[in-house]
């Protein structure tokens, strides 16, 4: 028995989005002030949402920026972002033919990231990735984000599956505990952003170098019992 549904992560995942982030960051430091950053420290910024990227690129040596100066961050981080999303991000690797393959496993496909409606749904447009997924969860569609379970059960609701009948690929620790708590098998890749730490450390059930060869292996497995 196949899986009846592929919950995916969206940055770190199915796209590298880090050139953009980081250019929408830094131009937010800018206007602030502040000198930019390299790009790999900002990657480890990634994976909890906007608003943590953004309290994490305003701290000042370890302390945490004011409220207000955090405020202001992020309505100028939402203006550059919404110029550059896109702009520079590319699918990783064996994505569509990871996304292909799984199709033809009968499965069907959500995306469940904590990035926002607004900046989710052009992105998936732009790389003509839309028409893979039968739902997409973003970070404001439910009362709580990643690592919380709640919007993977909601993509399982929306698939019209059960939890235990899905599998979840992501890259970072948010997913893996998502995943875990939310009881449904998953898989990890090396590559992405788990916020500068090893993807080995992860109590996931396998780690797989890109999207088909986790077709691969979903190929090979069964779902968790009901």
């Given amino acids: 028995m196949h899986f009846s549904g592929i919950l995916f992560d969206l940055d770190g995942t199915l796209v590298h989005t880090i050139p953009d982030l980081a250019a929408a960051a830094n131009a937010m430091r800018l206007d602030m002030g502040l000198p930019a950053l390299p790009e790999a420290t900002i990657a480890t910024y990634v994976g909890k949402g906007v608003e943590q990227l953004v309290i994490r690129a305003l701290a000042n040596d370890g302390k945490p920026a004011s ?30 033919a990871g996304l292909q393959a799984f ?13 926002g409606t607004e900046f989710t749904l052009p992105l998936l447009r732009h790389l003509q990735l839309d028409t893979y997924f039968d739902a997409v969860v973003c970070g404001d569609t439910c009362e709580r984000k990643k690592p919380d379970p709640l919007p993977l059960f909601h993509a399982c609701d929306l698939l019209g ?10 890259d970072s620790i948010n997913d893996a505990l998502a995943a875990q708590a939310a009881q449904m098998r998953v898989l990890a890749l090396p590559y992405g952003y788990n916020e500068g730490q090893p993807v080995q450390s992860l109590p996931v059930d396998a780690i797989v170098n890109s999207i088909i060869e986790a077709a691969r292996w979903a190929a090979d497995q069964t779902p968790l019992p009901a």
């Fill in 161 to 170: 599956i059960q939890p235990s009948q899905a599998l979840f690929i992501g």
């Fill in 103 to 115: 199709r033809s496993q009968g499965a069907r496909l959500a995306v469940v990231t904590n990035k």
């Fill in 67 to 96: 409220v207000d100066l955090v405020m202001r961050g992020l309505a100028r981080f939402q203006d550059h972002y919404r110029a550059l999303n896109g702009r520079h991000s590319q699918l990783f690797p064996g994505v569509l």
